[in-house]
């Protein structure tokens, strides 16, 4: 099946349509909705504290990062369910690095989280 278009120039705003297309459809995965909540968790967090304009963006380019790793993991898995239903060697391994790539950015954002947090909390609680 020919996906429509597909041999012929889309359109900007078509294109832009297709990607929100793709942000809608990213939340019907598990995964998606649990960094969804935890997104918005830290958002609070950070209104709440407060923390300054560069923590902003390290918490920013976190959450932004890692919805668009988890999309393109959700791709990955995607294109490998749709060429094999099979065990395959290769499925495994792309979908074992996505899922690893999704893990580093995970520990990456659990570092940054910490380090803007954590002084905060203590300076709070203590
Ligand atoms: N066709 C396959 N061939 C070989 N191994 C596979 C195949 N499909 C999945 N696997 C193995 O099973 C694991 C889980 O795959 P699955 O497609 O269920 O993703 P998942 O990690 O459950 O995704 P999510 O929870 O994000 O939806 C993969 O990381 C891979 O190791």
Do not use: Q
């Amino acid at each position: 099946m020919a996906y429509p278009g597909s041999n012929k120039k889309i359109s900007f705003p078509k294109s832009v349509g297709y990607a929100l297309a793709g942000i809608k459809f990213s939340f019907r995965e598990r995964n998606m909705k649990i960094h969804g909540t935890a997104a918005v968790l830290v958002i609070l967090a950070g209104i709440f504290f407060p923390i300054s304009k560069t923590e902003w963006l390290w918490i920013l380019l976190c959450i932004a990062g890692m919805f668009s790793l988890e999309m393109v993991n959700t791709a990955i898995e995607k294109t490998v369910d749709l060429v094999t239903g099979e065990y395959h060697p290769l499925a495994k391994a792309a979908k074992d690095l996505a899922a690893g790539a999704v893990l580093i950015y995970t520990v990456y954002s659990i570092i940054v989280g910490m380090v803007v947090f954590l002084p905060k909390l203590l300076e709070y609680f203590i």
